[in-house]
Nanobody, 122 residues
Framework: QVQLVDSGGGLVQAGGSLRLSCAAS????????MGWFRQPPGKEREFVAG??????VTSYADSVKGRFTISRDSAMVYLQMNRLKPENTAIYYC?????????????????WGQGAQITVST
């Protein structure tokens, strides 16, 4: 399995930007589809963005399209978040899936980071 460590969370004003990073360890990282999920206060975990093994296919939740960008390299996954809104406040989790496609359901993902808190103020 791959081990994941999230970083880059923090407090930002509405309209600002942040970049989350996820460091992956394990020789099989390139065989995993990667995703970002978030859990707003009092709500269920939801899909934000995903990227396939090669990095050639991405998928986004409708609410973040055009503002968030997921990318990956040989050992990291990133989530660039622009024009942040207060409703984006949540704990953000990096996740890895052994399925070939870019899944949007959290049960499709096998490994999880510890989470990074993002707070967007008005």
């Amino acid at each position: 399995q791959v081990q994941l460590v999230d970083s880059g969370g923090g407090l930002v004003q509405a309209g600002g930007s942040l970049r989350l990073s996820c460091a992956a360890s394990g020789r099989t990282f390139s065989s995993y589809t990667m995703g970002w999920f978030r859990q707003p206060p009092g709500k269920e975990r939801e899909f934000v963005a995903g990227i396939n093994r090669s990095g050639g296919v991405t998928s986004y939740a409708d609410s973040v399209k055009g503002r968030f960008t997921i990318s990956r390299d040989s050992a990291m996954v990133y989530l660039q978040m622009n024009r942040l809104k207060p409703e984006n406040t949540a704990i953000y989790y990096c996740a890895a899936s052994r399925f070939g496609g870019v899944g949007t359901v959290f049960k499709e993902y096998d490994c999880w980071g510890q989470g990074a808190q993002i707070t967007v103020s008005t």
